[in-house]
């Protein structure tokens, strides 16, 4: 029996389903499909995210205390509210705001930090977030990142961002550290609070971006805030410095510690940065530590590398 021929039609339209496969094949492996096609614009300061697991832990009493710190270190710095359900920044750092953006005034970031940001007690700016706007949160990766690059226009070379994240490990939560060129992560002692800080990590850890890969494991710190003592900020990093090891792969670095101190809670109730409340309390003294370790690590080196957090004796 002859072996089969196919006419000549469908023989041509073989060869054309053939050639399409094969030409799909070698588009799939071309480095010209994993090339971007725009070129990312050049971020012009870092951004810095405070995160938590939880809420309640003093994350954005940290952003704002390290905003007026870092502006009385000279450094120009604008504190973004990033929590765009409950935003409360202006509320913690003394300046209500009635006038806030929507998602559709971040369509133009420069216009919008032109048009609402305003200059906080303290010396730097504030660009209060959208209560009850949850739409900017959920931008996908790309455009949130390019958001960012075009906020930090507003303070250029030499400046910083600070982005006060909402808590938890949501995707705008995480979409923004992963957009971020560092992230302090907030936890204070308590047993709830270390388990939703280690909740972030993990998810972070385990996104397809992987936050946490070796070659951004060190733009993460944490930040125990609320402590008696030094050696009990040091005793829980050591509880999550091991579980990241044994459980991630991945080590975690303590950027620092805030201690317990009547006057921040009195600060707080006061709704004023306890910065300029109390600048010789226990509270603002270690904040103070903080914001030039963010001024020595993140911001001065900005131009130069890539910000880097290192473990707390490593760098001054």
């Keep these: 029996m002859s072996a089969y021929t196919p006419a000549p039609d469908q023989a041509a339209r073989l060869r054309s389903l053939v050639g399409a496969l094969d030409r799909a094949r070698a588009e799939r492996a071309s480095p010209e499909r994993t090339r971007p096609t725009s070129v990312k614009p050049a971020r012009c300061a870092p951004v810095i995210s405070i995160a938590s697991g939880k809420g309640g832990v003093g994350k ?19 504190l973004v509210d990033g929590d765009l359900g ?29 048009r609402f940001a305003v200059t906080a007690p303290g010396g730097y700016r504030l660009l209060p977030g959208s209560v009850g706007g949850g739409e900017l949160a959920m931008v996908d990766h790309e455009r949130r990142r390019v958001l960012l690059d075009e906020v930090t226009s507003a303070v250029g070379g030499g400046g910083a961002v600070l982005l006060d994240t909402g808590a938890g490990i949501g995707p705008a939560v995480t979409g923004f550290i992963d957009a971020s060129d560092a992230a302090l992560l907030v936890t204070t002692p308590e047993p709830t609070a270390i388990t939703d800080v280690y909740a972030l990590l993990k998810c972070l850890a385990t996104r397809p971006t992987d936050t946490l890969s070796d070659s951004g494991a060190d733009r993460l710190g944490l930040v125990v805030n609320l402590v008696t003592s030094e050696r009990e900020a040091r005793d829980v990093h050591d509880r999550l410095s091991r579980a990241c090891a044994r459980f991630l792969g991945r080590e975690l670095a303590l950027f620092g510690w805030v201690r317990r101190d009547s ?20 509270a603002a003294r270690d904040l103070g530590v903080l914001a030039r370790r963010l001024r020595t690590q993140l911001v001065g080196s900005f131009a130069s590398s890539r910000p880097v957090i290192a473990q707390v004796g490593a760098t001054a």
């Design 60 to 78: 954005t009493n940290v952003a704002v205390n390290l905003a007026v710190h870092l502006g009385g270190l000279g450094v120009e710095t604008l």
């Design 86 to 114: 409950t935003a409360n920044a202006d509320l913690v750092a003394g300046a209500p705001i009635q006038g806030r953006p929507t998602a559709a005034s971040f369509s133009d970031p420069a216009a919008t930090v032109s």
């Design 263 to 282: 006057r921040l809670e009195a600060a707080v109730r006061a709704a004023q940065p306890v910065a300029l409340a109390s600048p010789r309390s226990l």
